[in-house]
């Protein structure tokens, strides 16, 4: 299957790199994460494009063929464009269906208001990525249970730090007296192309610059030291973060597509 969308073009790859793998099916590609089951967009089946009316239920009946034992419902949809408009079908099952905006930058600025004050810095010691699970934990949606995702968050991590050990990229944070306050990966998704991974902040950390000054920092990092000429970024259209983004030089240039039904 041909991957079109920068979205999935760059999330593939970097789960690659993370030791998931990939099955073609002859209409679509099954997406495993063995060593993180809990994964949701780990674990999900991507398709070519939205399927046409009537079609829901062979979707959702190729994840369940695929993934018997899944709690969740994972679908993407290939392609640089689309709307919710495509996926009315699957709301009206009673599905979540979301367009998030794939950002790009070919060149960066500081943000109108950096924050001085905190240390910018890669995460290196084991207490910094144990800070980086809790943050994780902190920022998980209020449905989502604690210890569950506590097993995802962990997992997750230490997925993420092995990237790092193989020279893939960097996992990055804002400190304050030692205390983790924002983070976010960068890796090489491929020559030139690099994507960011996961942009958190703590709740009680926000609006004081931390995420647009992180940006930019690990945007520089990603232009001088991994020889990127596009950085990739994907955000939820209608979360408040897309300003940050926003105003050190990304731009929206695609949206990408998916389905999801969470643990009951």
């Known amino acids: 299957?041909?991957?079109?969308?920068?979205?999935?073009?760059?999330?593939?790859?970097?789960?690659?790199?993370?030791?998931?793998?990939?099955?073609?099916?002859?209409?679509?590609?099954?997406?495993?994460?063995?060593?993180?089951?809990?994964?949701?967009?780990?674990?999900f089946v991507l398709f070519p494009q939205p399927p046409d009316s009537g079609d829901v239920d062979r979707c959702v009946g190729v994840f369940e063929h695929e993934f018997p034992d899944a709690h969740h419902l994972a679908l993407g949809f290939d392609g640089p464009g689309g709307s919710l408009d495509d996926l009315a079908e699957f709301t009206g099952a009673g599905l979540n269906a979301e367009v998030s905006s794939v950002m790009t930058a070919h060149d960066v600025h500081e943000p109108p208001h950096p924050n001085r004050s905190a240390e910018y810095r890669m995460l290196d010691s084991d207490d910094d990525w144990a800070q980086l699970v809790e943050l994780n934990v902190v920022n998980r949606d209020d449905d989502q249970d604690e210890a569950?995702?506590?097993?995802?968050?962990?997992?997750?991590?230490?997925?993420?730090r092995q990237l790092v050990a193989d020279g893939h990229g960097a996992w990055f944070g804002a400190f304050v007296d030692g205390n983790?306050?924002?983070?976010?990966g960068l890796f090489r998704a491929?020559?030139?192309?690099?994507?960011?991974?996961?942009?958190?902040?703590?709740?009680?950390?926000?609006?004081?610059?931390l995420a647009g000054t992180l940006v930019h920092h690990?945007?520089?990092?990603?232009f001088d030291s991994l020889g990127a000429?596009?950085?990739?970024?994907?955000?939820?259209?209608?979360?408040?973060?897309?300003?940050?983004?926003?105003s050190v030089g990304?731009?929206?240039?695609?949206?990408?597509?998916?389905v999801d039904r969470r643990p009951r």
């Not at 990939?22 to 089951?37: G, I, K, M, S, Y």
């Not at 960011?196 to 610059?209: I, N, S, W, Y």
């Not at 596009?230 to 940050?244: E, G, K, N, S």
């Open 190 to 209: 491929s020559s030139g192309l690099a994507r960011f991974q996961a942009v958190e902040t703590h709740p009680d950390a926000r609006g004081r610059g």
């Open 148 to 160: 569950g995702h506590r097993v995802f968050a962990t997992a997750k991590a230490a997925t993420s």
């Open 229 to 246: 000429r596009t950085l990739v970024m994907v955000a939820d259209p209608a979360y408040l973060a897309i300003r940050i983004y926003r």
């Open 250 to 258: 990304f731009e929206t240039t695609e949206h990408q597509l998916q």
């Open 1 to 43: 299957m041909r991957i079109t969308s920068l979205g999935y073009r760059t999330d593939l790859a970097l789960l690659e790199l993370g030791g998931s793998v990939f099955e073609q099916r002859p209409d679509c590609l099954v997406v495993r994460t063995p060593h993180n089951p809990t994964f949701w967009w780990g674990n």
């Open 180 to 184: 983790l306050l924002s983070t976010m």
């Open 218 to 222: 690990v945007s520089r990092y990603g």
